[in-house]
T-cell receptor, first 116, second 115 residues
Framework: NAGVTQTPKFQVLKTGQSMTLQCAQDMNHEYMSWYRQDPGMGLRLIHYSVGAGITDQGEVPNGYNVSRSTTEDFPLRLLSAAPSQTSVYFC???????????????FGPGTRLTVL | SQQGEEDPQALSIQEGENATMNCSYKTSINNLQWYRQNSGRGLVHLILIRSNEREKHSGRLRVTLDTSKKSSSLLITASRAADTASYFCATDAGPTNFGNEKLTFGTGTRLTIIP
């Protein structure tokens, strides 16, 4: 199994541009999530999904959209990039039906995004 | 907002020594997890301890949980250079709109093992 994969690994955008960060998992996990990691802030939840067609906002959803058309894929869209969105983005999937502390989270390698 | 806070923020020790890092949290929990993050990589799950457990071992890792003090500690014994990484605790952040839980992470402890 490849686990959780993310593309691209690095991306530089100009302010106002849009892009999609790709995330895929081959473990048939229902729960998937997106986090951003900033220095001194730890990981913050952006959006999550409990299954195909079902998504919800996390702690810092503004400026991001998600959709979940299949169990495997959970892309994150930046609508109009801003410098405040410069961060490292991680996609994760959960071994159980929840995204909470009962289940193991499997993380992708991350996408390092810089917005100029 | 974040539930867990790790202490210290950074720790440097000699190879072979033991490393201890702590996590404090604010509200009652079901379970607590520890994750490791190597530089430039995603997080990797290390261990889960349930709220009714006081101590758990996995190889060179020992995790303790004190629910009365709302704190947990991660001990790495006989440290190796490969243990150099950031370590995060994670707890439940409360129910989602769908009734399941989401996870919240602390800010991490940066551990450096000096060969």
């Amino acid at each position: 199994n490849a686990g959780v994969t993310q593309t691209p690994k690095f991306q530089v955008l100009k302010t106002g541009q849009s892009m999609t960060l790709q995330c895929a998992q081959d473990m048939n996990h229902e729960y998937m999530s997106w986090y951003r990691q900033d220095p001194g802030m730890g990981l913050r939840l952006i959006h999550y999904s409990v299954g195909a067609g079902i998504t919800d906002q996390g702690e810092v959803p503004n400026g991001y959209n998600v959709s979940r058309s299949t169990t495997e894929d959970f892309p994150l869209r930046l609508l109009s990039a801003a410098p405040s969105q410069t961060s490292v983005y991680f996609c994760a999937s959960s071994s159980g039906t929840s995204g909470g502390s009962t289940d193991t989270q499997y993380f992708g390698p991350g996408t390092r995004l810089t917005v100029l | 907002s974040q539930q867990g806070e790790e202490d210290p923020q950074a720790l440097s020790i000699q190879e072979g020594e033991n490393a201890t890092m702590n996590c404090s949290y604010k509200t009652s929990i079901n379970n607590l997890q520890w994750y490791r993050q190597n530089s430039g990589r995603g997080l990797v799950h290390l261990i889960l301890i349930r709220s009714n457990e006081r101590e758990k071992h996995s190889g060179r890792l020992r995790v303790t949980l004190d629910t009365s003090k709302k704190s947990s500690s991660l001990l790495i014994t006989a440290s190796r250079a490969a243990d150099t990484a950031s370590y995060f605790c994670a707890t439940d952040a409360g129910p989602t709109n769908f009734g399941n839980e989401k996870l919240t992470f602390g800010t991490g402890t940066r551990l450096t093992i000096i060969p």
